[in-house]
Nanobody
Framework: RFSCRRLEGGLVQAGGSLRLSCAISGRILNSYGVGWFRRTPGQEREFVAAIKWGSDTTMFGDSVKGRFTISRDNGKRMVYLQMNSLKFEDTAVYYC???????????????????WGKGTLVTVSS
């Protein structure tokens, strides 16, 4: 069984940084993608970033490009989302999930992902 589990969220001031971690359990293949999404009340889940488990291929949502990075540690079975220059509008519940389709390209639709981890609240104070 595959699951993503986030480890921490937090409260941070605007302009600050925060790192989210996603622990991977179960079987994971190099062709899988691991993605981060976020959601605010009343909104659909917004794509934030994704990374291929077996390569350095990454993709970012337009609203976080240049501020967020995504990385992985295969040995520790972890995926990290480093969030810099945080803005008030980054406040959301963040989720990690897996794209197990094996599709050669990373995908950004939340319907393409499964094994959603429990969300973690990130609050950015202005």
């Amino acid at each position: 069984r595959f699951s993503c589990r986030r480890l921490e969220g937090g409260l941070v001031q605007a302009g600050g940084s925060l790192r989210l971690s996603c622990a991977i359990s179960g079987r994971i293949l190099n062709s899988y993608g691991v993605g981060w999404f976020r959601r605010t009340p009343g909104q659909e889940r917004e794509f934030v970033a994704a990374i291929k488990w077996g390569s350095d291929t990454t993709m970012f949502g337009d609203s976080v490009k240049g501020r967020f990075t995504i990385s992985r540690d295969n040995g520790k079975r972890m995926v990290y989302l480093q969030m810099n220059s945080l803005k008030f509008e980054d406040t959301a519940v963040y989720y990690c999930a897996a794209d197990r389709s094996g599709w050669y390209r990373l995908r950004s639709r939340h319907n393409d992902y499964e094994n959603w981890g429990k969300g973690t609240l990130v609050t950015v104070s202005s």
